[in-house]
């Protein structure tokens, strides 16, 4: 029995694919989250996942911080990302960051079938075009490592100063304080290595993905 977490906003996208994987596959079970507190809540209770299908777009997970969040707190659980977007870049990042397969949400059920057989196994899937090997980049899985330590509310936070807000402009958009901002920037800075927004800019912009083509 292989069992499946599927985490995907779009419902119309999740019953295709468990109507395509209950087709293709024998003994399988699939849960179901719309988007990354779901997904915690479900991968933290004794389900016993043998792969997450995780769409990096979903809400909660922010550009590649949802799944480096995952993999800081189930190290050992296999993730594939599913996106509407393929894109070489993106998809080095992805496995440097820990990802065992990127699947494109064009890909054909019994290919997608063939893709978790040999995740779930533990070896990395890509699709053909893809498969050529490229270059673990050291600076930017250094870089996912250091980015691994933010708490979810110090990532928004990131984001946000790469956007260009300021602490006022922030603490509104998240509803707290802007002594409580200053200090998650500091907590930032001292995580990162880093001591200025610029450096902080640079840094979330190289966590940053395309966005989505759907």
Known sequence: MINLLIADDHPLYRDALRGALNAHMDEVTIYEASDMNQALDLLGQDLDIDLLLLDL???GSQDLFG???IRKIFPDL???????????????KIIDVGALGFVPKTTD???????????????IWLPEKFTSEGEEDPEFVDLVDKVSTLTPA???????????LL?????????????????HITSIFKKLGISNRTQAVII????QLEAPSE
């Not at 296999?78 to 080095?92: D, K, L, Q, W, Y």
């Open 57 to 59: 777009h979903m809400p």
């Open 67 to 69: 799944l480096i969040h």
């Open 78 to 92: 296999p993730v594939a990302v599913v996106s509407g977007t393929e894109n070489r870049n993106i998809i080095n």
């Open 109 to 123: 059920a019994a290919t997608i079938a063939k893709a978790i057989g040999t995740m779930v196994e533990g070896d």
């Open 154 to 164: 110090q990532y928004k936070v990131l984001c946000m100063l790469r956007d260009g």
């Open 167 to 183: 602490n006022k402009q922030i603490g509104y958009s998240l509803g707290i304080a802007e002594k409580t901002v200053k200090t």
């Open 204 to 207: 979330a912009t190289q966590l």
